[in-house]
C-alpha cells in the first residue's frame, strides 16, 4: 500500500528559474541609459572646458587691441608734443595731454628716452625736462607743409676758409637711483645717501664720475641726474 500511494502521487511542478532572465533583461535596458548619461556629462564637460577657453581668448585678443590703441594714440600725442615744443617735453606736460597718471607718463617717455637716446635738463625747481632734439619725426605724424616752405641757399664758403667744427652733441646717461649711481660711482649707496643734499654734492660726484658729468638730486623723482660737465661746455 505505501508503495501504491507513492506511485499515485502527482509529481511537483517544475519552474525554470526567472532570476537570471530577468537581470538580463535589466541590464539590457540599464547599460544604454548609463552610457548615455556618460557620453552626456563627459560632453558638458568639454563643451564647458572649450567655452571658457574661447572666452578667454576672446578677452585677451580685445585686451591686446585695446593696448594697441592705446599705444598708437600715445605715440602720436609724443610726437605732436615733440613737434609743438621743439623737442622739449615734461612727463607734467605729456600727462596731462593724454589724461593718464604721471607715473604712466613718466615711464613712458624713460622708454621713448632709451630709445632716442634723449638727453635731460633739471630745472631750478628740480624738474625734469626731456631733450628729443635728435627725433626725425615719422611722415605720418608730420605736419608742416613743406611745399610752404621756402628754400633756404647754401652760404658760399670761401675757399681760404675753413668750415667751421660742427658742435658735438654730449649724450647724458639715464637717471639713476641711489643704488646704480654708487656703483657708478664706485662708492657705497650710503655714502651717496650722505653727500646728496650737501652744497659740494656737483663737485664731488663729477670727481668719482668715470666720465667727468656732474650729478643733482631731484627729491620729486629721489632719482640722481646728470649735468654737462665745464669741459663738454667750453667743447661746444
Known sequence: MPADCEMNRDPLPSNPPQTTGTLESRLIVLVPILVGVTVILSAWRLLLGVAVI?????????YQQ???QRLATLNA???QLIQDNQGRLTALDFAMH???SGTEAQEYLE???REFAAGYEITDNGGMVYCFSSIKL????QTIDVASVPAMAEPEVPKAVAPKKQKRRVVLPPPMNQTELATRLGVHPTTVSKNKNKPEFLDWSREKDPAGFAWTY???TKQFFAIESEGD???K
Open 218 to 220: 631731484a627729491p620729486a
Open 233 to 235: 661746455r667750453k667743447s
Open 98 to 100: 593724454g589724461d593718464i
Open 77 to 79: 600725442l609724443f610726437y
Open 138 to 141: 615719422p611722415e605720418r605724424y
Open 111 to 113: 622708454e621713448r628716452a
Open 54 to 62: 574661447s572666452g578667454l581668448g576672446w578677452a585677451w585678443k580685445q
Open 66 to 68: 585695446k593696448q594697441q
